[in-house]
């Protein structure tokens, strides 16, 4: 198993451009996640998704929109990107979202917007 | 929500037990201890969790204070590939996990 891939590993963006990052697991995995990591802090979640064609909000959604088509993938959109989004995208994905069930990480999307 | 109280650093040797707490005097009953870890440059990666009993698993043992207002992260013998941070978390009913500033424990030869 590949567990959790994010596409791409890096990126340079300048300010109002427009980018999808892309998660994806192959453990069939229910829920999955996007976080945002800013230098020398936990991470904080963007958006989530519960099931196929769901999503919800979470901590800091504003500026991203997300889309879960298919079970195995989760697309985080920056519509028109600005330089308080340069920070590191990590994707993670649960079983379930009880309160025992882990969750497995993605390596990390470094994003600078310029 | 529940917070979680660590010491922002911690050093150890190579081969030396390491213990590394958490304060959590807020906690409620249905609240389970999640550990995760951050290795630099890579995602979290989950270490362990409990909810009453000590538990143990091949990466690292989990201690929990009886009135379960602390735990104790015991790894017992620290290698260089341990040195990372260290997030002790809350998990509670939903979907977020919600991670603090964690441990951040340098590992010397």
């Known amino acids: 198993n590949a567990g959790v891939t994010q596409t791409p590993k890096f990126r340079v963006l300048k300010t109002g451009q427009s980018m999808t990052l892309l998660c994806a697991q192959d453990m069939n995995h229910e829920y999955m996640y996007w976080y945002r990591q800013d230098p020398g802090m936990g991470l904080r979640l963007i958006h989530y998704?519960?099931?196929?064609?769901?999503?919800a909000k979470g901590e800091v959604p504003d500026g991203y929109n997300v889309s879960r088509l298919k079970k195995q993938n989760f697309l985080l959109g920056l519509e028109s990107a600005a330089p308080s989004q340069t920070s590191v995208y990590f994707c993670?994905?649960?079983?379930?979202?009880?309160?025992?069930?882990?969750?497995?990480f993605g390596p990390g999307t470094r994003l600078t917007v310029t | 929500d529940a917070k979680t109280t660590q010491p922002n650093s911690m050093e150890s040797n190579e081969e030396e037990p390491v213990h590394l707490p958490c304060n959590h005097s807020?906690?409620?009953?249905?609240?389970?201890i999640h550990w995760y870890r951050q290795l630099p440059s890579q995602g979290p990666e989950y270490v362990i969790h409990g909810l009453t009993s000590n538990v143990n698993n091949r990466m690292a043992s989990l201690a929990i204070a009886e009135d379960r207002k602390s735990s104790t992260l015991i790894l017992h013998r620290a290698t260089l590939r341990d040195a990372a941070v260290y997030y002790c978390?809350?998990?509670?009913?939903?979907?977020?996990?919600?991670f603090g500033k964690g441990t951040t424990l340098s590992v010397s030869s």
């Open positions: 978390i809350l998990k509670q009913a939903g979907t977020a996990l919600i």
């Open positions: 807020t906690i409620s009953g249905t609240d389970y």
């Open positions: 993670a994905s649960s079983y379930r979202a009880g309160i025992s069930y882990e969750q497995y």
């Open positions: 998704s519960v099931g196929e064609g769901t999503t």
